[in-house]
Each structure stands twice: as structure tokens, then as C-alpha cells.
């Protein structure tokens, strides 16, 4: 509604009025709508159940469950696996640098073939 006679008719406030009132009629409709759907919704899907027209809907939860078990299971044996061959390369480090320090201090050790069965062991 303008001051001015020209900006609107009295047809066209009306009309825009009742297009306003309908709307807000409508929004009203369907907010009530929504509201007994959600009142009502757990009432009606127990019956439905009861009925065997519905079956309940599986739980997601266990599935997850399952899923990071087996992830932390496969995570762990890959660890310890890696721990493993590491310790085992560094102990073959520590038996090969001992033994090449024992045998370059101490001339003594004279049978050869047991030299080479150490350090063919050591290189597995």
C-alpha cells in the first residue's frame, strides 16, 4: 500500500490478501501435518510389526563393529610382523659385527669351516 493512487487497486490488495491468507493456511496444514506424522509414526511401525506388514530394520552397529575389529586385528599382525623382521635384522646386525670383532681380535680361531657356517648363518 503506496500513498500514491497509481501504485495499487483495491482488486489488487485483496487479491494479494487472500493469496497471503491461503498460503499461511497452507503452511499452517503442513506443519500439523509433519507434527501428528512424527507423533504418530513409532505407534504406527509398532503395529505394523506386530501386524508382519513391517519388518524391523537390521542394527547397523554390529556390522561396524565387526569391520574396525578386523581392521585393529590385520593392523596388529602387520605390526608385529614389521617388529619382528626388524628385531631379527638388527640381532643378525649385532651377531655379524660380533662375530667379525671376536675373529679380528682373537687370531686363535683357526677352523675355517666353522667361520663360514657362522657367517652363513648370519647372511640367512
Not at 13 to 37: I, M, P, S, Y
Request: aromatic share 4%.
Amino acid at each position: 500500500m503506496g500513498f500514491s493512487r497509481n501504485s495499487t487497486t483495491p482488486a489488487k490488495e485483496v487479491k494479494d490478501n487472500l493469496t497471503q491468507g491461503a498460503v499461511c493456511f497452507k503452511n499452517a496444514g503442513v506443519a500439523a501435518a509433519r507434527g501428528t506424522r512424527d507423533a504418530a509414526a513409532p505407534k504406527v511401525n509398532g503395529m505394523l510389526m506386530k501386524a508382519g506388514l513391517r519388518k524391523p530394520q537390521p542394527r547397523r552397529w554390529p556390522l561396524v563393529a565387526a569391520v574396525i575389529g578386523a581392521g585393529v586385528a590385520v593392523g596388529g599382525a602387520a605390526a608385529y610382523m614389521w617388529y619382528r623382521k626388524r628385531t631379527e635384522s638388527i640381532g643378525e646386525s649385532l651377531l655379524a659385527d660380533e662375530l667379525l670383532d671376536d675373529t679380528e681380535r682373537n687370531p686363535r680361531i683357526t677352523d675355517e669351516a666353522i667361520n663360514e657356517e657362522l657367517i652363513e648363518h648370519v647372511h640367512r
